[in-house]
C-alpha cells in the first residue's frame, strides 16, 4: 500500500510521475508488475500515455540508467556485437523505434527510448510475457529536434538524422542481427517511425521476419473492435456505414485498410469497392482521385471520385459520414461545428478522437457529448473522466492499443508463429469486440474495462493462436486443445517462490 501511495502521488513534478515508477521497477520488478496488475485502470496512465509523453520529452534531464538497448550509426558493422552485450538470450519481444514520431510529439531522437520501455512493460503487466524476454531497443540515427541537439543533457548522437541508404543499411544489419541472435520467432514490434519509413519497414520485412507495427495494426485492430462494437449500439453492418477520417498517416491508413478488409471479409466484395466506403482527409484536404499525382502511395488507394474539399467540416456536410475518425494528431479539430453537423443526420454519430497525448485530442468527451446532445458513440486515445449530460453519467471508451497488442504478441508467442498475417488481426479485433457487454453500451463505453485486461489478452491470445494454426504460421506442435486455458498457463505472475 505504501508503494502504490507514492506511486499514485502524480502531482506538479515530473519527478513524482516518473521516476518513481522507474526506481520501483529497477529496485523490485516483481512488486512493481504486482501494483501494475492489480492497479491497471489508476496505473496505466501513469506508466504510459499520457505520462510517457511528457517522460520522453525530458528523458534526459531524468536519465538515470539504460533500461534498454541503444543501436546507434556507430555500432554498423558490429550492431551483432552490440546485440549480443543483452545479458538475456531468449527474447520473445522486441520494441524497437528510431524516435522520429514519438505519439504526437515529433522527432526526440534518442530520448524516444521511454515508448519501448513502456510498451514492453505493459507486454509483461497485460499480456503476461516475462519481462526477462523483453527487449527494448532505439536505433540512433541522430535528431533533426534542434532543441535537443543544443540540449546539454540529451543523451543520443548530436547530428541531423541519417537518411536514405546509410538508415536503411544499419535497419538491414539490425534486422538481419535480430533473427540471428534470437531466432525467427522473436517479434519485433516497429514503434513511432515517421510515416516515410513505417510503412516501408513493415513491407519490407514482413514477409521474411515476424514482425507488427503497433502504430498502423495495432491501431487499426482496436479501432476495429470498437467500430465492432459500435454496431451493437447504433446498428447496421460494418458494409453499411460510411467512414471519414481526419489523418492520413500510418494509423489513419491502417485502420482504413482494416475497416475495408473486416467489409470485404464480411460480404465477399473486391477489397477496391470496400475501400469506396471510407474517405479520408489530409493537411491539403479531402483525399480524391484529382490529387492522386501528387499523393504518397499508402495515400493512393483512398484517392475516390469527388469534387476537390479543403476543409473537415465541408467534407462531413459533403459526405455525410455515419463515423467520424481523428488520427491527425492536431488538438482541437472537431469542432462545435463539425461535431454539430455530424449529429445533425446521424441519430447516434460515432465520434472517435483517437490522437494521444490528451492535449492534441481533436476534441474531449465532455465536447464530444455537449455539442451531440448526449447521443455520441464517443471513444478517445487517451483517459477522459466521466460526463454528466441531463442527468445521465457517459463513460467514454478509451480506444487504447494497450486492449490488442499484449494480447496479440502473447498469441504470437505460445503458437511459435513466424508471420503475421492480416487475419490474425482481424481476430484480434473480433476477439475484443466480442468482449464488450452491455452493461458497458449503458455506460457509455463500447469497450470492456481495463480491469478485466489479462482475462482480455488471455481470449484475444488463443484467437490470435488459433488463426495462426489455421494458416499454417504456427511452430508449436501440437496444438492446444483449449488455447485460452493455455494462454492463461504462460502467462507470467508475479509472486515469490516458496521454498519450504
Known amino acids: 500500500m505504501i508503494e502504490q501511495n507514492a506511486l499514485c502521488k502524480v502531482g506538479e513534478h515530473l ?20 501494483l501494475l ?18 517522460a520522453c520529452q525530458k528523458y534526459g534531464s531524468i536519465f538515470r540508467r539504460p533500461q534498454g538497448l541503444y543501436v546507434s550509426l556507430k555500432d554498423k558493422g558490429k550492431v551483432l556485437d552490440v546485440l549480443r552485450n543483452w545479458p538475456e538470450r531468449n527474447i520473445q519481444v522486441i520494441v524497437v523505434t528510431d524516435g522520429e514520431r514519438i505519439l504526437g510529439l515529433g522527432d526526440l531522437g534518442c530520448q524516444g527510448m521511454g515508448i519501448p520501455v513502456g510498451k514492453l512493460s505493459l507486454y509483461t503487466a497485460l499480456g503476461g510475457v516475462r519481462p526477462s524476454a523483453c527487449l527494448p531497443i532505439t536505433i540512433d540515427v541522430g535528431t533533426n529536434n534542434k532543441q535537443l541537439l ?40 516497429f514503434e513511432d517511425f515517421a510515416n516515410h519509413n513505417a510503412f516501408d519497414l513493415l513491407a519490407k520485412y514482413s514477409k521474411s521476419h515476424l514482425v507488427f507495427n503497433d502504430d498502423i495494426q495495432g491501431t487499426a485492430s482496436v479501432v476495429l473492435a470498437g467500430l465492432l462494437s459500435s454496431l451493437k449500439v447504433v446498428g447496421g453492418t460494418l458494409a453499411e456505414h460510411t467512414y471519414l477520417f481526419l489523418g492520413a498517416g500510418e494509423a489513419g491508413t491502417g485502420i482504413a485498410e482494416l475497416i475495408a478488409l473486416e467489409i470485404s471479409k464480411q460480404t465477399k466484395a473486391p477489397l477496391e469497392e470496400c475501400r469506396k466506403k471510407v474517405w479520408l482527409v489530409d493537411s491539403k484536404g479531402l483525399i480524391v482521385s484529382s490529387r492522386k499525382d501528387s499523393l504518397q502511395p499508402f495515400k493512393k488507394p483512398w484517392a475516390h471520385e469527388h469534387e476537390p474539399v479543403t476543409s473537415l467540416l465541408d467534407a462531413v456536410q459533403s459526405i455525410k459520414p455515419t463515423v ?41 468527451a465532455e465536447e464530444a457529448y455537449n455539442w451531440s446532445q448526449g447521443r455520441a458513440v464517443f471513444a478517445s486515445g487517451s483517459p477522459f473522466d466521466p460526463v454528466e449530460y441531463n442527468g445521465k453519467i457517459h463513460v467514454p471508451g478509451q480506444s487504447n492499443n494497450a486492449y490488442i497488442f499484449p494480447g496479440f504478441g502473447l498469441g504470437v ?37 481495463f480491469a478485466n485486461i489479462r482475462k482480455i489478452s488471455a481470449r484475444i491470445a488463443a484467437s490470435v493462436a488459433a488463426k495462426a494454426y489455421e494458416l499454417g504460421l504456427a511452430t508449436r506442435l501440437p496444438q492446444p486443445k483449449d488455447l485460452e486455458k493455455y494462454a492463461e498457463s504462460c502467462m507470467y505472475t508475479p509472486v515469490y517462490r516458496s521454498y519450504r
Open 413 to 449: 508467442v505460445i503458437s511459435g508463429a513466424i508471420r503475421v498475417h492480416e487475419d490474425m488481426l482481424l481476430a484480434a479485433a473480433e476477439a475484443l469486440a466480442d468482449q464488450a457487454t452491455q452493461e458497458n453500451f449503458d455506460k457509455g463505453s463500447i469497450f470492456p474495462p
Open 37 to 54: 496488475i492489480d492497479n491497471v485502470e489508476e496505473l496505466l496512465p501513469v506508466v504510459y500515455t499520457p505520462t510517457v509523453g511528457e
Open 15 to 34: 519527478d513524482e510521475i516518473v521516476i518513481r515508477p522507474c526506481v520501483f521497477q529497477e529496485r523490485n520488478e516483481r512488486l512493481f508488475y504486482k
Open 150 to 189: 543544443n540540449d546539454e543533457f540529451y543523451i543520443g548522437l548530436r547530428q541531423r538524422r541519417a537518411t536514405g541508404k546509410e538508415y536503411h543499411e544499419l535497419m538491414d544489419e539490425f534486422m538481419s542481427a535480430a533473427k540471428q541472435i534470437y531466432g525467427e520467432k522473436v517479434l519485433i514490434q
Open 324 to 364: 467520424l475518425i481523428g488520427t491527425s494528431g492536431v488538438g482541437k479539430t472537431f469542432t462545435k461545428d463539425v461535431v454539430e453537423a455530424m449529429a445533425s443526420f446521424n441519430e447516434r454519430p460515432v465520434i472517435f478522437s483517437l490522437s494521444n497525448p490528451t492535449s492534441h485530442s481533436e476534441c474531449t
